[in-house]
């Protein structure tokens, strides 16, 4: 039986080295030919010419930002701890109610401690995540966070999204150059091409103007959510993924005695709430694939009612630099929230832009900090994209297909993440954004295709099971290299021939 393995997992080799070989040469070509890309379209906001001001602006602050979340929260306490003012308006300060945006990966954690803010998850009841556990067919297994060289504090943490947000918004506030109001940003106010300030509705209905050399845009993006409570998981400690038909569940803690659970719907058309429908279809097609632990909680939630819907969209970083504005957060590049990986790309990017931004004392040359900051989305793409594409690829692997070759494809990725060893840790590892590299990605992500057609060449290879192998490497291809051409080859896996990814001569003093 190992000889028969072995032969099968060489001819595997053979099979997915000649199809890595050509589609190779295809990215190379795609590498090439590719286009500029387009403005996608996610600065929502209309943009007002500026009133006359006879060439000055009466600014008062060095930065607006536009939205409170996790990153406009986040990047205000930054940018005010270097010494900048800071001016940010959000359009409601409540706490939020959101049901994404609770689990943090180990690296978002590390980006946390780098920016000073990881006291933030204290005293919200954040819970330490240390791995995945994967369930299919009723089989399961589990996979750790490679934690063992990092500090004992070092791990995931799941909580509810507004109390986290509450905490950086109050650090963020207690700073004396941090300004944090509630009210709704209605345009950017531009003159001759370049982003001076923000038009914006105060709470009490009053129309204002507010100045900054820079404007930075954080809009929250908006899956079906529901809170499990008092429910003991399986794996303590641990996030859930069930791959179920028709798309994974996901669950994880978020408190001491709550356990959030997201299931995808794919298509347009959701279920609706209101008369029962969403209910019937969580009851009859969600839970019976769910671990036998985890039912009757699941059950008890969805009796209870309280269940949300938010969209769920993936939207690659689409640069469109424009003097005085700089996109962040969602508002800039979304991906699945399968992979919990928003956070972490968010964090990412503060610590980029604030290590940009502490070369510069003066940030009124709007055109030189323009091209100054482009830099950030070239320098960003590594790690974001990474992030991105590995969530974007695992759903659609974990997602359920008639399809014999995803079928396979399927299987294959879980089978070899339940390998152990270099098999999980490896993917683990990017998931968990403590070793984002595009290639460790490419790598580990053939490196299961080509285990899955060495399992469908055993025990006796046959010209149908040739095929389907075959099959399994073009799907495979299918998966991951439009997602990666859509977030840029060139810039993700050879950033250093960008000329932005070069940091541009600061703007004179």
Same mark, same amino acid.
């Not at 938010?310 to 979304?334: H, I, W």
């Given at each position: 039986m190992a000889d028969q393995y072995t032969w099968g997992l060489i001819l595997g080799a053979v099979l997915g080295l000649v199809a890595v070989y050509n589609l190779g040469l295809l990215a190379l070509y795609n590498l090439?030919?590719?286009?500029?890309?387009? +403005?996608?379209?996610? +600065?929502?906001?209309?943009?007002? *010419? #500026? /009133?006359?001001?006879?060439?000055?602006? /009466?600014?008062?602050? +060095?930065?607006?930002?536009?939205?409170?979340?996790?990153?406009? $929260? $986040?990047? $205000?306490? #930054?940018?005010?701890?270097?010494?900048?003012?800071?001016?940010?308006?959000?359009?409601?300060?409540?706490?939020?109610?959101?049901?994404?945006?609770e689990l943090l990966q180990p690296g978002g954690y590390l980006k946390l401690i780098e920016l000073g803010l990881e006291d933030c998850v204290e005293q919200i009841d954040a819970q330490r995540v240390f791995g995945y556990a994967l369930f299919k067919d009723g089989n399961r297994t589990q996979i750790s966070y490679p934690l063992e060289k990092f500090h004992s504090d070092v791990a995931g943490r799941g909580f509810h999204n507004g109390r986290f947000v509450q905490r950086l918004r109050e650090k963020a506030a207690s700073l004396p150059n941090v300004r944090l109001e509630q009210g709704t940003v209605t345009s950017l106010l531009e003159e001759k091409g370049t982003i001076k300030g923000v038009q914006y509705r105060t709470k009490a209905g009053e129309e204002l103007t507010a100045y900054a050399p820079l404007t930075i845009v954080d809009v929250p993006s908006c899956f079906v959510g529901l809170v499990l409570e008092n429910c003991n998981l399986p794996f303590e400690n641990n996030g859930h993924v069930v791959l179920a038909d028709p798309s994974p569940i996901l669950f994880y803690p978020i408190s001491s005695n709550e356990v959030r659970c997201l299931v995808d719907i794919p298509g347009q058309k959701v279920p609706s709430i209101s008369n029962g429908e969403m209910a019937n279809y969580l009851k009859t097609v969600v839970a019976p694939q769910i671990p036998r632990e985890i039912f009757h909680s699941f059950v008890a939630a969805v009796?209870?009612?309280?269940?949300?819907? %938010?969209?769920?969209?993936? !939207?690659? $970083?689409? *640069?469109? /630099?424009? *003097?005085?504005?700089?996109? !962040?957060? +969602?508002?800039?590049?979304?991906?699945?929230?399968?992979?919990?990986?928003? %956070? #972490?790309?968010?964090?990412s990017d503060i610590v980029i832009l604030r290590n940009l931004l502490r070369h510069l004392s003066n940030l009124n040359d709007a055109p030189a900090l323009c091209n100054y900051l482009e830099s950030f989305y070239t320098l960003r793409k590594p790690v974001a994209s990474t992030i991105n594409t590995l969530a974007g690829a695992l759903y659609q692997v974990f997602s359920a297909s008639p399809d014999e070759a995803r079928k396979e494809m399927r299987q294959a990725c879980f089978d070899y993440l339940s390998l152990g060893g270099i098999f999980s840790s490896g993917p683990v590892s990017l998931l968990s954004g403590l070793n984002p590299r595009p290639l460790i990605l490419v790598l580990h992500f053939f490196a299961v295709a080509i285990y899955g057609v060495g399992r469908i060449l055993l025990p006796f290879p046959s010209p149908y099971r040739f095929w389907i192998g075959a099959r399994i490497i073009t799907s495979a291809s299918g998966i991951i290299f439009p997602i990666m051409k859509a977030e840029g080859l060139r810039q993700m896996f050879f950033p250093a021939t960008v000329p932005a990814y070069y940091y541009q001569a600061p703007p004179s003093n």
């Open positions: 090439v030919m590719r286009n500029k890309s387009e +403005d996608n379209g996610a +600065d929502s906001l209309r943009k007002t *010419p #500026t /009133p006359a001001l006879n060439g000055e602006c /009466p600014f008062d602050a +060095d930065v607006i930002v536009v939205g409170a979340g996790v990153a406009g $929260a $986040a990047l $205000a306490n #930054t940018l005010a701890k270097d010494g900048r003012r800071v001016h940010v308006i959000e359009r409601d300060l409540s706490e939020p109610d959101r049901i994404v945006g009796d209870g009612g309280n269940i949300k819907t %938010m969209p769920n969209r993936s !939207m690659p $970083a689409a *640069p469109y /630099p424009t *003097p005085g504005a700089l996109l !962040m957060g +969602d508002a800039f590049n979304m991906r699945h929230p399968l992979t919990g990986g928003g %956070m #972490t790309v968010a964090l």
